[in-house]
Structure formats: structure tokens, C-alpha cells
């Protein structure tokens, strides 16, 4: 299955690491269990070398995956994420599962 990582990101800059670490060990487990996984915290690393991006670039491209997926994984304490809250809404708009970690 094709599994998309959401959770929380935004914080101050340690605890954005600390969100990013939790995506990433997320994806790993589901790649372990034999799945495809779009990691959407991973996009910190292009935007790190791009240098310009802006919100939008992070969220329109990502969405796109979302579409596609099969499953939508949500990490705990994500329920304040603006962001994670509307991936939720659309991945139930497709009638996705969205499993709760």
C-alpha cells in the first residue's frame, strides 16, 4: 500500500526536529512492513535548499500525494495541527482509512 506520514510540524526549531524525527521513524516502520510511504517532513530538506519556499509550496505539493495514497497514518498529538487537521478532513473526503498511531 501507498501510506502518507502526517503529523504535527510546526514548533519551535528543536521541537520541529524532534516533530520531523517522529515522521520519518513512522515511514520506516510502514516501509518494514513492506509499504510505499510519502514522508511530507521530508520536504524540509528541499526547502532547505531551495531557500525560498513558502508555506503553500510545503501543503499544495503534498496534498497531491495525499490523493493518492492508500492509507493516511496520523501521529499522536496532532490534534492542534491546522495542517494535519485538514489532511485528515480530506483523506476522509476520499474515504481513505486513516489509521490513529
Not at 500500500?1 to 519551535?12: E, F, P, V
Not at 516502520?29 to 513492506?34: F, N, Q, T, V
Not at 499544495?60 to 487537521?85: F, R
Amino acid at each position: 500500500m501507498k501510506i502518507y506520514i502526517a503529523g504535527k510540524l510546526n514548533s519551535d526549531a528543536c521541537g520541529y526536529i524532534k516533530n520531523v524525527h517522529l515522521m520519518v521513524n513512522a515511514g520506516i516502520s510502514a516501509r518494514k512492513l513492506g509499504h510505499s510511504v510519502f514522508i511530507p517532513a521530508l520536504d524540509l530538506l528541499v526547502g532547505l535548499i531551495a531557500g525560498d519556499y513558502e508555506y503553500a509550496d510545503y501543503a499544495g505539493h503534498n496534498i497531491e500525494w495525499l490523493d493518492v495514497c492508500d492509507e493516511i497514518w496520523v501521529l499522536p498529538n496532532s490534534e492542534e495541527s491546522k495542517g494535519t487537521q485538514a489532511e485528515i478532513k480530506r483523506a476522509e473526503e476520499l474515504n481513505k482509512v486513516v489509521r490513529y498511531l
